[in-house]
Structure formats: structure tokens, C-alpha cells
């Protein structure tokens, strides 16, 4: 059975970094792009950033680029998302999802989310 | 990438059918034929209704079914069911391996 549980999330003042962490099971993310998809609350999704599967190359959107960076563990089967420079606006629910098929167009396994806030 | 445009709610009774639109532009839903829907439950994490505009996967019902015109795509649910009422996002694929969502529709199922 696939699984993926996120981690990491916290509270954080602005302009700090914090690691999310999403643990895979039931696949090996070695054959599988990954992503991160975050919410704000009550607002809806945003695609946030994805990884090859052989790691290689790494995609962000506009609003997070030069901050956050998606790397993963194939020993640990495990994707983080490192984020540095946190804004208000980063305040968001951030799932960890498993890409579909290529290209990265849906998602068909989520995490259970990772809740950040940062506020000072 | 402007967010898709999806209406902010809708309604039905139990046994309707209702259709939520999804508008895009000519970079995303025009261009690809790579539209997805999810459905989230409030505190629940989002979940793969369609992909591929109209592509169902495994356990899915086919109550639930999707379609593209043009830059709008639409999900169509068949014989509402009370466990229908949820919000619901569509997605687009928007090229350069990055992805668009629209903002939520909220269902409720009177």
C-alpha cells in the first residue's frame, strides 16, 4: 500500500528555514517524480516544486524559487523540502504527493500534510 | 501562472448532477490534455478524482466524470451522493514540468 507521511512542520519567525520531511512507503521514489503542494489556509492548492526521479533535475514555482530546495534520500526513501527565507505568505499546510506519470501532471498520492506558520 | 478560475460553490440534491467548470488559457487547459481533479474533505488531505481530463482512477466511481473544450474543463458528478460535499480543485499541466490549480469549488449537497 502506498503511504506517504509528512513531517517537519512548525512554527517559525519570519526570514527563518525550516526541513520538511515526507516518508515513503509501498513504492520506491527512485522510479517516481515527487512533489510538494501547499495550502494556506482556507485558500486553495499550490503547486510549490517537484523532483525527478533520478534526482537530477529539481522545479520550483516563481513564488518560492531561490528559498526552497527539494532533494531526497534513496536509502531513507524519503523527499525534503528545505525552506529558508520564510515569509508570512509561506504560512501554508505543504503536502508531500507522488507524481503520476510524466510529465508531472497530477498527483495520485498525497501525504497527510505538514502544517507552517511563520510569524513573528 | 495566473491560478484557473473555478466558480466558488455549487449545490445539488441527492440523486442530481452537477458540473464544476474549470477556465484556463491557452498555456495550460488550452494547450494540454493534462487537466486533474482532486477532492478534499475538510481536514483531510486532497484526493485524485480524474486525471488526463477524463481518466478515472482505480476506485473512483464513474459517477464522476471529466471533459475539456477548448481552455475550460469541466467535472460532471452523476447521482449526487451526500458523501459528494467537498471542495474540489481542478489542475492543469502548464508546461516546463510546473502545474496550475484553480482556486476551489466548495459542493454542497443539500
Known amino acids: 500500500e502506498v503511504q506517504l507521511v509528512d513531517s517537519g512542520g512548525d512554527s517559525v519567525q519570519p526570514g527563518g528555514s525550516l526541513r520538511l520531511s515526507c516518508a515513503a512507503s509501498g513504492f520506491s521514489i527512485r522510479n517516481y517524480w515527487m512533489s510538494w503542494v501547499r495550502q494556506a489556509p482556507g485558500k486553495g492548492l499550490e503547486w510549490v516544486a517537484s523532483?525527478?526521479?533520478?534526482?537530477?533535475?529539481?522545479y520550483y514555482a516563481g513564488s518560492v524559487k531561490g528559498r526552497f530546495t527539494v532533494s531526497r534520500d534513496l536509502a531513507k526513501n524519503s523527499v525534503y523540502l528545505q525552506m529558508n527565507s520564510l515569509r508570512a505568505e509561506d504560512t501554508a499546510t505543504y503536502y508531500c504527493a507522488k507524481v503520476g506519470q510524466i510529465p508531472a501532471a497530477h498527483f495520485d498520492y498525497w501525504g497527510q500534510g505538514a502544517l507552517v506558520t511563520v510569524s513573528s | 501562472q495566473s491560478a484557473l478560475t473555478q466558480p466558488r460553490s455549487v449545490s445539488g440534491s441527492p440523486g442530481q448532477s452537477v458540473t464544476i467548470s474549470c477556465t484556463g488559457s491557452?498555456?495550460?487547459?488550452?494547450?494540454?490534455?493534462?487537466v486533474s481533479w482532486y477532492q478534499q474533505h475538510p481536514g483531510k488531505a486532497p484526493k485524485l478524482m480524474i486525471y488526463d481530463v477524463s481518466e478515472r482512477p482505480s476506485g473512483v466511481p464513474d459517477r464522476f466524470s471529466g471533459s475539456k473544450s477548448g481552455n475550460s474543463a469541466s467535472l460532471t458528478i452523476f447521482g449526487l451522493q451526500v458523501e459528494d460535499e467537498a471542495d474540489y480543485f481542478c489542475?492543469?499541466?502548464?508546461?516546463?514540468?510546473?502545474?496550475?490549480f484553480g482556486g476551489g469549488t466548495r459542493l454542497t449537497v443539500l
Open positions: 523532483i525527478k526521479e533520478d534526482g537530477g533535475n529539481q
Open positions: 489542475c492543469s499541466y502548464a508546461g516546463s514540468h510546473t502545474v496550475v
Open positions: 491557452r498555456s495550460d487547459v488550452g494547450a494540454y490534455n493534462f
